[in-house]
Every structure is written in structure tokens, then in C-alpha cells.
């Protein structure tokens, strides 16, 4: 890996991994794709990792802009935000209505880290003839069992939590009166976190700080965002 000069390679961020791999970050994967098969062929398993992007939630869109045309017009409509270059490949994840608004929609769109800073800056965007509004829609897994972030039931090995109350039960065998975010409770206890509700549901995003948190912590070591 000495062979590889990490200036004329745009390597810009190193990572050992747990199994005695190297992930690499780099800022032009044209020019160092050439120089680790000219120096590394044969010697390593170089591999392409898939580049997570982030995403925006757009809402207030009309009924009458379909699902298949709003990345068009969100493009040609924006051009201050979303560039239409070939490489900028925007992707459509979600289209759905906008919660009692049945005749509002609302798009979850993956984007590059440059047009998702000059959209959250901006906040707004035009869809057809709506003005429409642009929040983040970066988003993480919420365990089923556990209520923890960041996997999924069928991979967890922790106790059932109940996500309504924090007890040793199963939601549907909830009975208690007063809410208690799980994850908050443990934010607390962790120390310097004494001002933090957990009055809350473990689903409750709006007002769960430590789902916050997470979101920010994913901005920041993920896409380099501020939180």
C-alpha cells in the first residue's frame, strides 16, 4: 500500500477494517482506480464500495405532477440547486401523499452531497407550478426488538424493549399509562444527558433526541455534513 501516493491518488480518508482490510476514501476513484491496478494488481483484492448519498424529502407536491416526471421537472425547474449533468444521477426513493393532505404529495430523492447542501440551504424548490418544501431525508433503521439504530430484529440478539414504554415486554402487551423512549433513557444514563426528555415513544421522531442525534452522527461521519 506504500506504492500508492495518496496526494496524486485524491485519497482523502483511510480506514482499518476489523478483518485487516483498508478502506479508502478518495475524491477521484478515475485516478486511483489507474494507479492501483499500475501498483497493487496482484498484490491486493481491490474492491469498489457502494457510495452511500444522501437524501431529501420534498413535500407539498401537486396530484397532478405524476410520480414518473417529478425528477424531470425538479431538475429543469432548479437548475440553481441540482445540476443536469450526466454524472449527477438523481434517484427517486419514495413518492407518497403527505399525511392528511390527500391531495399533496411528497418524494424522498437520493442526491449528491452538493446539491443536498444548496437544497437544505435553500429550502424550497418549484415542482410544476408548487412551491414546494425541502427537508432532510436522511434516515436510519430503528430495531423492531430492541428499538436500538443502525440494524434490523432479524439480526438482533438483545431482549424484546417495548418501543411505547421501555419495559421487558412486546407493545402489543403494553398496558402502561406514561411513555418512555428507550433510547433516550440509555442517553441519559450514559452521562452529561440530564436534560433530555424520554416522555416519548421509542418511534416518536419529532421528539426523540437520541434519534436526532443518530441522524447527526450518520451527517457527520458518513457525507462530512454539519449536523
Request: hydrophobic share 35%.
Amino acid at each position: 500500500m506504500a506504492n500508492i501516493d495518496s496526494v496524486a491518488s485524491s485519497v482523502s480518508k483511510v480506514k482499518n477494517l476489523k478483518d485487516g482490510g483498508i478502506l479508502l476514501g478518495c475524491q477521484d476513484i478515475t485516478r486511483f482506480k489507474r494507479l492501483a491496478d499500475d501498483k497493487l494488481a496482484g498484490a491486493y483484492d481491490i474492491r469498489e464500495v457502494s457510495t452511500l448519498k444522501p437524501r431529501i424529502r420534498i413535500a407539498g407536491i401537486s396530484k397532478d405532477v405524476s410520480e414518473s416526471s417529478v425528477l424531470d421537472f425538479l431538475v429543469k425547474q432548479n437548475e440553481f440547486i441540482f445540476s443536469n449533468d450526466e454524472e449527477n444521477v438523481y434517484k427517486l426513493i419514495k413518492f407518497l401523499p403527505v399525511k392528511n393532505k390527500s391531495d399533496r404529495f411528497q418524494v424522498i430523492v437520493e442526491v449528491d452531497i452538493a446539491s443536498y447542501k444548496k437544497a437544505i440551504s435553500i429550502g424550497h424548490c418549484l415542482i410544476g407550478l408548487d412551491r414546494c418544501y425541502i427537508f432532510c431525508g436522511i434516515d436510519i433503521f430503528r430495531c423492531f426488538t430492541c428499538n436500538g439504530f443502525n440494524h434490523s430484529s432479524s439480526s438482533c440478539k438483545s431482549n424484546v424493549i417495548c418501543p411505547r414504554c421501555a419495559g421487558n415486554h412486546s407493545v402489543k402487551e403494553c398496558q402502561a399509562e406514561k411513555l418512555r423512549c428507550i433510547n433516550c433513557t440509555n442517553m441519559k444514563s450514559s452521562g452529561n444527558h440530564d436534560q433530555i426528555n424520554d416522555d416519548h415513544a421509542a418511534w416518536d421522531r419529532d421528539n426523540c433526541h437520541s434519534y436526532s442525534a443518530a441522524i447527526n452522527k450518520i451527517k457527520r461521519d458518513v457525507f462530512g455534513l454539519s449536523s
